[in-house]
């Protein structure tokens, strides 16, 4: 294990980067929960995606210089991430959504993960997901071997808890298409994926907060299936993604149609998932089988 250097205010070892937009009332948990933070070596940037509500006063009322706040006119979350990505000073980025929270050992455990693997590329962080009154949902803590190739099944990363060195970033960064908003994240995994390792902790370190207001609940019918179909297209038009799913497009393929079935299907739209889960066993009769078919089937029964 090679220990890190001293790290100071004008050069963190971690970035923390926050898009927001209007999530005033979720903030300040949001806020807290890094200054929480056992470890010291970090900044704090918060793009403001042009919120209207009283984020600005929020931001202002932590007074500190970890904080760096800039409000920029709404672009949506991709650029916002990009804009961050250029303006942070640390060795390692992370992202953080403006309603998840941190738990006090989070830059700890990245720190360990940094010496245990001679700084990595990149790494993710376990986390779990609760609902507003704290009740566990779901944990994504029992990562096993190589998972690069998970990545093919599905974004199990979400954002929460990635950590990319900065050299990296300046490489690849979000795709910007505001058609594929809710899918940039998982384009940015899938290239790096196809070019590094991913490293991993299974120590949860942080929690994603599910409520009604989250993006991935509330969508537009029409705009989550050109969401789906389009990075489908820059998924497999990407040399390097391409050659990383060699043999595997059809699978890859049939789990974003069952993505897209499932998200339709617990909104009601049962005759637009019928087609897209057909379209998945179509690409992939095996698919009949994975937990997230079974999961569909269930679906039609109860709603």
Request: charged share 25%.
């Amino acid at each position: 294990m090679m220990p890190l250097p001293i790290y100071k205010m004008n050069n963190p070892l971690f970035s923390i980067i926050i898009p927001t937009y209007n999530r005033a009332g979720h903030l300040t948990q949001t806020i807290q929960s890094i200054q929480n933070q056992s470890l010291s070596g970090f900044e704090v940037i918060i793009v403001d995606d042009g919120s209207t509500d009283d984020t600005e006063e929020i931001v202002k009322s932590f007074v500190g210089p970890r904080i760096r706040y800039f409000k920029k006119n709404n672009e949506e979350r991709a650029i916002a991430r990009n804009y961050g990505i250029h303006r942070a000073k640390g060795d390692y980025i992370t992202f953080l959504d403006s309603d998840d929270q941190l738990f006090p050992h989070f830059l700890d455990e990245a720190k360990k993960v940094i010496e245990q693997n001679n700084r990595p590329e990149w790494f993710h962080l376990a986390y779990e997901i609760v609902d507003e009154k704290g009740v566990i949902i779901r944990q994504e803590n029992k990562r096993k071997g190589d998972i690069n190739k998970s990545l093919i099944r599905g974004n199990h990363l979400s954002c929460i808890g990635v950590f990319i060195r900065k050299d990296i970033l300046e490489k690849y960064q979000f795709n910007d298409d505001p058609e594929i908003i809710g899918s940039e994240d998982y384009l940015l995994w899938l290239k790096l994926a196809s070019l590094y390792p991913l490293h991993y902790s299974n120590t949860t370190s942080a929690c994603m907060i599910q409520h009604d207001g989250r993006s991935v609940i509330n969508f537009n019918k029409q705009q989550l299936i050109r969401r789906i179909e389009k990075s489908i297209y820059y998924a497999t038009n990407d040399p390097s993604i391409s050659n990383f799913l060699k043999g595997k497009i059809s699978k890859f393929k049939a789990h974003r149609y069952l993505y897209l079935a499932n998200h339709l299907s617990r909104a009601t739209y049962k005759k637009a998932s019928l087609k897209y889960y057909f379209l998945s066993i179509i690409h992939f009769p095996l698919i009949l089988f994975h937990r997230n078919s079974l999961s569909y089937l269930k679906s039609l029964f109860i709603l």
